[in-house]
């Protein structure tokens, strides 16, 4: 019985925690939540089962619905990105990124990058996977002012330093990378430009951001669960379509980086509510990311008319789902934690100029899961007042976080996606 009351507690701290984000504004900006036929889906079977290597060709049995699963779902996420290649078996985004990394460039050799301070991710960091795979990682000099890649910069860098790949990935976005010239520069080297889409998948699905694929990249990976409001998990999609030898084994080379490379299980569950995302995004993508981006610029100018200081003013403040506000010297902490207290839930973000990743003086806002249970622009004034209240009027976050319990009420239904088809998994229910 003991052992039990240790199972309960953990039941019930998912319960609070359910609550908890019912009751609040969470804009983080790489967050979502799911769709009830995607839910569905994690609690199917296919969770307790394997299915090593691809569709028709496994290393187990028992696979025939999964394999018609996993089909469809690249089925859908070549149509979705318009793309020849598609991999939707990645656990995440940094298994994805490692996959591209075995498949695509040694130990030792050099990929040019942007910065951690800047706005990368830790899995092309000097700390992350391209430190497993033990690459030699030369920076892109950065513009502070546009928030963006000194491209003149990257491309003389490229040029010189000769890399095997030169990659892109930006967890702090707002505005779209200048890939093509980078992409350009790569590939008179001999380099192949990889795209990391984490943040901003779902937009480029939804066709409002840049078109990576179009543009150069030779491979594209992504989180499936950010912007792309899908399980937790990771893609990789190419245009490359292996017509000659040495471009299959690109194609080859990438296969093998994601099983054997990075995967055994690949948690079937997530693939087969990967396929349904897709789908989804297929039917309500554009929609969903215009207004994601849409609410990001109103959120925007309502946080500057509210007199804060936002990133990107004189370029429209975002051309993303993210807005990156200064918040004072080494203040970002604080105003997290206070914000929080008052159900308003985001992440202390570096801004240019910040040297301590523990005391970053920004904070980096998101606006895809507010779009996602229904806020418009008159919202997003709203929420902007609701920051003012709590970071310049100093009001008692704990009675703030009352009205924004209230505010929320009216947003409990998830939209841009299927109402019908699932089976009657509650949204906020365990089970
Ligand atoms: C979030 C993120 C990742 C990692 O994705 P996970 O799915 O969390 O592993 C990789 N690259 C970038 C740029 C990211 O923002």
Not at 44 to 68: I, K, L, Q, V
Not at 69 to 95: M, N
Not at 232 to 247: A, L
């Amino acid at each position: 019985m003991v052992w039990y009351d240790e199972a309960k507690y953990i039941q019930d701290q998912a319960k609070l925690n359910n609550q908890f984000f019912r009751d609040s504004l969470p804009m983080i900006a790489s967050e979502n939540v799911l769709s009830p036929m995607c839910k569905e889906l994690l609690i199917s079977d296919f969770h307790g089962r394997y299915a090593e290597g691809t569709p028709g060709n496994r290393y187990y049995e028992g696979c025939e619905f999964f394999d018609n699963v996993e089909r469809k779902g690249i089925d859908l996420a070549k149509k979705l990105f318009d793309c020849s290649y598609a991999d939707i078996r990645p656990t995440a985004g940094t298994t994805a990124n490692m996959a591209i990394l075995k498949a695509l460039i040694k130990p030792g050799e050099t990929a040019t990058v942007l910065d951690l301070a800047n706005g990368a991710h830790i899995s092309f960091g000097k700390w992350g996977a391209a430190a497993v795979r033990g690459i030699n990682l030369v920076s892109y000099p950065f513009n502070d002012k546009e928030m963006n890649i000194d491209v003149d910069g990257a491309v003389k860098l490229i040029k010189k330093v000769k890399p095997t790949l030169a990659l892109n990935g930006r967890s702090v976005f707002l505005f779209p990378s200048p890939i093509r010239e980078i992409a350009e520069a790569a590939h008179d080297v001999g380099a192949y430009l990889v795209y990391d889409a984490a943040h901003v998948l779902g937009l480029i699905a939804g066709k409002q951001f840049q078109d990576p694929l179009r543009e150069g990249a030779d491979v594209m990976s992504g989180s499936t669960h950010k912007t792309f409001p899908g399980p937790q998990g990771g893609m990789i999609v190419s245009n490359h379509k292996g017509e000659t030898k040495e471009d299959q084994s690109f194609l080859n080379r990438l296969n093998f980086g994601v099983f054997p490379g990075v995967t055994s299980s690949y948690h079937l569950h997530h693939v087969a509510a990967k396929a349904v995302a897709l789908a989804e995004h297929l039917e309500y993508g554009e929609a969903y990311a215009k207004q994601i981006i849409a609410n990001a610029q109103h959120l925007g100018q309502a946080l500057h008319d509210q007199g804060f200081d936002v990133f990107g003013e004189n370029l429209g403040f975002t051309k993303s789902h993210q807005i990156l506000l200064s918040v004072g010297k080494g203040k970002g902490r604080e105003a997290a934690k206070t914000l929080e207290q008052a159900g308003i839930v985001t992440n202390m973000n570096t801004i240019p100029g910040d040297t301590d990743p523990l005391n970053p003086s920004g904070l980096r806002l998101g606006t895809p899961e507010l779009t996602r249970i229904g806020m418009k622009k008159e919202e997003m004034k709203d929420v902007a007042s609701f920051y003012d209240r709590v970071l310049h009027k100093k009001e008692d976050p704990k009675k703030v976080r009352e009205d924004v319990k209230r505010f929320r009420a009216d947003f409990q239904e998830i939209q841009y996606c299927f109402k019908k088809g699932f089976r009657g998994y509650d949204y906020h229910s365990l089970i």
